[in-house]
């Protein structure tokens, strides 16, 4: 019988410990500022949630909306404001970013003091990760998908892990914190050879391809753990259906347990996201005690 991994309800758990955390502090709150360029409406509707959940639990937020057509520079000049920003913990800078900034979208990301990375993905921060450092902060989406293998008590020292997907974002860094906790990971991708055999060999599955069902269910392994990165909008019936990367009817059938697309992986990286927040909060603050 498959368990389904509820991150929905799950993120609501962690949002209720962080609240009660929060609520006990008797100085200034911790703080995230959300950086925002251009007018994508679904990245102003994730910055808008992502604010909304900052104030369940307790957490200041500070919003810079920029115009589609802001310079390199003047970014920068923003996001070092909020460097230097005491009331500030952490910043996030919503991606993707315009076409016309989106070549120099790590140099922008870089701006930020490793100190106050709240998303994981400074090039300080991502070498961290790769040294197994105490200190590195780590990306929200992944640090999520291995909350819910921790929440779950899935075991992962000495399973075999295949990671579909090599984005920065995701891929690698999902696949470093496997590793890290000993899991034996093959990191797939779309030059990847014999990669429905690399599948069926694999006791966990992490999919972050951003292709609707393109892995097959019938190749999940029988007693597997599905963890399902992907959202896809498609159109069933004149209908618009999210959907993962993998073929959840089929999947469901295989696996021993699996995320739900949506309700799985998705509000997860919301919950790591504030988790973050109260981490940097609190370093900078044994930091300041020094």
Known sequence: MVTLIDGKTTAETIKAELTAEISSF????????????????????????KQKACTTVGINSFKSELAHDITKAELIEVIQSYNNDDKVDGILLQLPLPASLSADTQEII???SATKDVDGLTTTNLGKLL?????????????GCMELLKRY?????????????????????????????NATVVMA???????????????IVIAAIGKAEFIKGSLIKEGAVVIDVGINAIEVDGKRKLVGDIEFAEA??????????????????????????????????SLAAR
Do not use: W
């Open 26 to 49: 008797t100085e200034r709150k911790p703080g995230l500022a959300v950086i925002i360029v251009g007018d994508d409406p679904a990245s102003h509707y994730y910055v808008n949630s």
């Open 131 to 143: 040294s197994k450092s105490k200190d590195a902060i780590e990306p929200c989406t992944p640090k």
């Open 189 to 203: 991708h779309s030059k990847t050879k014999n990669l429905d055999k690399e599948i069926k060999n694999a006791d």
């Open 252 to 285: 469901q059938n295989q696996a021993e347990f699996i995320t739900p697309v949506p309700g799985g992986v998705g509000p997860m990286t919301v919950a790591m996201l504030l988790k973050n927040t109260l981490e940097l909060y609190q370093k900078r603050k």
């Open 153 to 181: 008590q899935i075991e992962i020292q000495g399973k075999k892990a295949i990671v579909i997907g090599r984005s920065t974002l995701v891929g690698k860094p999902i696949a470093l914190l496997l590793n890290n906790a």
């Open 110 to 112: 870089d701006a930020i």
